[in-house]
């Protein structure tokens, strides 16, 4: 069976500022990793996924993840944070290919701090 | 203009209705999905549908129903048996199960 942990479902950042929205897996299997982002009242768009290539991903708007096995970790990072990247972000895993197969977090509320 | 539609932006449902909710894509792609999302709770799958005229059950499908009667069409009915229907409801679909997800803007079901 899979899960996903975000820790801290709310986080604050001050503009300009290091982002780390932090997601830790359980899987019996390599897993397949995502992070998605949700702006309010939108749908999520796909920030960056870990298909099993590098271990260090980079996605859109300056955000990347690394996956460190040893840790169960994929956490997300962006060096200086913006004000456009207030909304909430949601890490998921997949023990398998299928979107039908994916498990999502609980979710991270970012919050940017002017 | 492609993308994922959904409507309506906000719905009310009355006791012992049922209700449905439409998604819509003009991306051509084979795979469609419903979630469901709950404050403070991630994604949870309902229903998914790989190609048009085949639809499988996800992981809440109780209380729901859908059709894939056309490619680009893939209705979500919530019945009277789903006792707590108040949620955002997510479309999404990809070229095949395997592909990036693509979301509509979703829609805001309330219970009167």
């Known amino acids: 069976a899979q899960s996903v942990t975000q820790l801290g479902s709310h986080v604050s950042v001050s503009e300009g500022a290091l982002v780390l929205l932090r997601c830790n897996y359980s899987s019996s299997v390599p897993p397949y990793l995502f992070w998605y982002v949700q702006y309010p009242n939108q749908g999520l768009q796909l920030l960056l996924k870990?298909?099993?290539?590098?271990?260090l991903v980079k996605g859109i708007n300056g955000f990347e993840a690394e996956f460190k096995k040893s840790e169960t970790s994929f956490h997300l990072t962006k060096p200086s944070a913006h004000m456009s990247d207030a909304a909430e972000y949601f890490c998921a895993v997949s023990d398998a290919i299928g979107n039908e197969k994916l498990t999502f977090g609980t979710g991270t509320r970012l919050t940017i701090i002017p | 203009d492609g993308g994922i539609t959904q409507s309506p932006k906000y719905l009310f449902r009355k006791e012992g209705q049922n209700v449905t909710l439409s998604c819509e894509q003009n991306l051509n792609h084979d795979a469609m999905y419903w979630y469901r999302q709950d404050p403070g709770q991630g994604l949870r799958l309902i229903y998914y549908s790989q190609i048009v005229n085949d639809f499988q059950k996800g992981d809440i499908a109780e209380g729901y129903s859908v059709s894939r009667e056309k490619k680009e069409s893939f209705p979500l009915t919530v019945t009277s048996a789903q006792k707590n229907p108040t949620a955002f409801y997510l479309c999404?679909?990809?070229?095949?199960?395997?592909?990036?997800?693509?979301f509509g803007p979703g829609t805001r079901l309330l219970v009167l």
């Open positions: 870990y298909t099993s290539a590098a271990t």
């Open positions: 999404a679909s990809s070229r095949d199960r395997e592909e990036t997800q693509y």
